[in-house]
């Protein structure tokens, strides 16, 4: 579909909210307009009331996604789709982004980590990004789902068994970001003095108050240690199938390629996993299904995909010159982003039941569509059903109005989710301590043929502080 150019000379009638006046299109959708901020505690509390703002613009909005970093938000179902499947007009390649090439943002802002290029299938367009995508769809199709949700319930057991006898846990850092790096680091082949490095660099992306040359610094190093590994040792596991693949990928190519997968398989795996127990721990739609002993994980998980996705803005793209789209004049090397979102909630959807409807937009579309949706839905599933299971009275600690959640442009992500249960008895032998300091570790189907060792050990954080998320995870990793 091609934009309609308004007609010469026509003008909108005065304080019409679905289009620019010719000031406004002059300076461009990040130009002088007033920009909504998509950081800071009042949106991270309700971002549908920002979307709500943002629609007075039409369909594309002006925000400032950090301070003094401008970009273009997409909040139209159909225009988000426009822009998702047209890469004749609109590139993913970040260093088509002229405020970043001429300086104007600096590169210590802290969404430059989540928006900077890097040689891999997420930023780049045409023949290198089908070559880079086909290493990456062709080396996970070689992960069995069975032996998948076998690790995921097992893993999903000792967790549960660490904090089971304690009657309540916070079932973030206990639970939805720890679960998550232990599948990729099975999948992947990566042991845990590597891991390490790398859940403190990730997490350190994600959040808008970290270090973010830090925490690049420390996700590069861990991913360069794991390539170096797997050149010497390949396995059978994803990295070293993608070693493997025809695409003859470089060390470069290789450190980059599993910094976008690793990047996609743990914090918003995590977020799908705890918004959707939110969900279900506090929605009445759900409510008498689970005290009638029936979990409605899957139409819960479709909720969470279509309101409160677990990447909420992103999808970034730059058009490749001056363009109008739905009366906004885009310019040539400006950021869009898609709200995936509010895309989802756009008013125009109009749907009463999203149960069962996979057209939302949370895995985006078009070309870049997430190529890991099935396994990442499928352990979210997994994820949420073991520990329904397993306990079957948990509830909320405190009520759902008081749950905070982490600030930033990119992700939905509660900051905790405490919850309390009638304490469970679990077998000693799921205490036993190994060399690490952790649980003896379970035998675990591998992820085809022949796998990684799982990892052994796990430590669930006893405090209920306001530490970051990933602590309990690198704790464990250490024996501590």
């Known amino acids: 579909m091609t934009p309609s150019q308004p007609e010469s000379g026509a003008v909108p009638p005065p304080g019409c909210p679905a289009h620019t006046d010719q000031a406004d299109q002059a300076e461009g959708a990040t130009g002088t307009r007033t920009a909504e901020q998509l950081y800071g505690p009042g949106f991270a509390a309700d971002p549908a009331a920002t ?41 993913k390649d970040p260093r088509r982004w002229r405020a970043l090439a001429d300086g104007t943002v600096p590169l210590d802002s802290p969404v430059v980590p989540m928006m900077m290029y890097r040689p891999n299938a997420l930023w780049t367009d045409g023949d290198e990004h089908t070559r880079l995508r086909g290493a990456i769809t062709d080396s996970l199709s070689r992960v069995d789902p069975n032996a998948l949700r076998g690790y995921v319930e097992h893993s999903a057991d000792t967790l549960i068994d660490r904090f089971g006898p304690e009657g309540q846990a916070d079932l973030l850092g206990d639970y939805g970001a720890i679960l998550p790096l232990l599948v990729f680091n ?11 490095k790398l859940v403190e660099g990730m997490s350190g992306i994600f959040d808008s108050n970290a270090d973010s040359e830090k925490s690049n610094a420390l996700l590069s190093e861990g991913v360069a240690d794991l390539v170096a590994l797997k050149r010497r040792q390949p396995r059978a596991d994803v990295t070293s199938w993608l070693m493997a693949h025809p695409a003859r990928l470089t060390d470069e190519e290789m450190m980059h390629q599993l910094v976008v997968l690793m990047g996609a398989g743990t914090e918003p795996q995590q977020n799908l996993i705890c918004n959707g127990l939110r969900l279900l721990l506090s929605d009445d739609r759900f409510a008498g299904d689970l005290a009638g002993g029936s979990t409605p994980v899957e139409d819960a998980l479709d909720e969470v995909l279509w309101t409160d996705p677990p990447m909420a803005n992103y999808a970034i793209h730059y058009p490749l010159q001056d363009l109008e789209l739905d009366g906004t004049l885009l310019r040539e090397g400006e950021p869009i982003l898609i709200s995936l ?58 009520d759902v109005g008081q749950l905070e959640w982490r600030q930033g442009p990119f992700h939905r992500a ?17 205490d036993k301590p190994s060399g690490t300091g952790g649980p003896e570790a379970k035998p675990v189907p591998p992820p085809s043929d022949a796998g990684e060792t799982p990892t052994a050990g796990a430590h669930a954080s006893q405090a209920r502080d306001r530490r970051p998320w990933w602590e309990p995870l690198v704790t464990w990793w250490r024996g501590q």
């Open 51 to 91: 979307y709500a703002r943002l629609r007075r613009y039409g369909s594309i909005a002006p925000v400032e996604i950090a301070p003094g970093i401008r970009a273009s938000l997409v909040t139209g179902y159909e225009t988000a789709l426009e822009v998702l499947r047209s890469p004749e007009r609109f590139s």
């Open 186 to 196: 099975q999948l992947f082949g990566c042991p845990p003095h590597i891991g390490d």
């Open 341 to 398: 979102a509010a895309a989802n909630t756009d008013p125009a959807l109009a749907s009463d039941r999203r149960g069962g409807n996979r057209a939302h937009l949370a895995w985006s579309a078009g070309p870049h569509t997430c190529p890991a949706k099935s396994p990442a839905r499928l352990t979210a599933a997994v994820a949420v059903e073991k520990l329904l299971d397993r306990l079957p009275d948990m509830e909320l600690a405190v």
């Open 414 to 430: 509660l900051a905790a989710l405490p919850v309390r249960f009638p304490p469970i008895t679990v077998p000693v032998t799921a």
